[in-house]
């Protein structure tokens, strides 16, 4: 069965820096990958996916992440932080390709800090 | 792009009532849609799968009296919960399947049962 986990629940930055979220991620099949972002008491915007191809995906607002299939990593990253970014980021796995429903990390909140 | 369109936003309910939540799929056909619960601070749990046109696939643990999924068209998916109580308070996400590994959610339902 598919699972992701998401190293820390809570990361703080200063405006400017590197973001740099972890999701490592276990499937039996090759997966299906997703970073969503998430504001308070709102749905799911999706940031980026990676399904199949280039490994290194690039999303929307600047972020990116990169498939290692020997890490069983999809980390999300972003070079420079906005206060705007400040959010619950969620990364999710296909579960059974791409008609499966979507497997959830248990989250991280960034805080962005002036 | 695909949007799905999730109403009410938030609803508040005696205890004992029951409240429906509806998710409509605005610029495509929805054949298989997701519904989703998050309590505070926690990640998204799958609660049922529905097919247009057959029965909803719940999830272990869920109540499939007391969380009714109908899926009558490819347009709408209703989520109804039947004799609220006030620990089936939370927030309820749908997600529609698009294409290949394509999910889109709705904008969330803040449930308080009172």
């Known amino acids: 069965a598919q699972s992701v986990t998401q190293l820390g629940s809570h990361v703080s930055v200063s405006e400017g820096a590197l973001v740099l979220l972890r999701c490592n991620y276990s499937?039996?099949?090759?997966?299906?990958l997703f970073w969503y972002v998430q504001y308070p008491n709102q749905g799911l915007q999706l940031l980026l996916k990676?399904?199949?191809?280039?490994?290194l995906v690039k999303g929307i607002n600047g972020f990116e992440a990169e498939f290692k299939k020997s890490e069983t990593s999809f980390h999300l990253t972003k070079p420079s932080a906005h206060m705007s970014d400040a959010a619950e980021y969620f990364c999710?796995?296909?579960?059974?390709?791409?008609?499966?429903?979507?497997?959830f990390g248990k989250g991280t909140k960034l805080s962005v800090k002036p | 792009g695909a949007v799905v369109s999730q109403h009410p936003s938030r609803v508040i309910c005696k205890s004992g009532t029951s409240v429906k939540i509806e998710c409509r799929s605005l610029?495509?056909?929805?054949?298989?849609m997701f519904w989703y619960r998050q309590f505070p601070k926690q990640s998204l749990m799958l609660m049922a799968t529905?097919?247009?046109?057959?029965?909803?696939?719940?999830e272990q643990g869920v109540e499939k009296d007391k969380f009714l999924i109908n899926h009558a068209s490819l347009t709408l998916s209703t989520l109804t919960v039947t004799s609220a109580h006030p620990e089936d308070s939370s927030f309820y996400i749908c997600?529609?399947?698009?294409?290949?590994?394509?999910?889109?959610f709705g904008s969330g339902t803040r449930l308080t049962v009172v």
């Open positions: 997600s529609a399947l698009v294409g290949v590994g394509g999910y889109t």
């Open positions: 499937s039996s099949v090759p997966p299906y």
């Open positions: 990676y399904t199949t191809g280039a490994t």
């Open positions: 999710a796995v296909s579960e059974g390709g791409s008609q499966g429903n979507l497997i």
């Open positions: 610029d495509f056909q929805a054949t298989t």
């Open positions: 529905s097919n247009e046109g057959s029965k909803a696939t719940y």
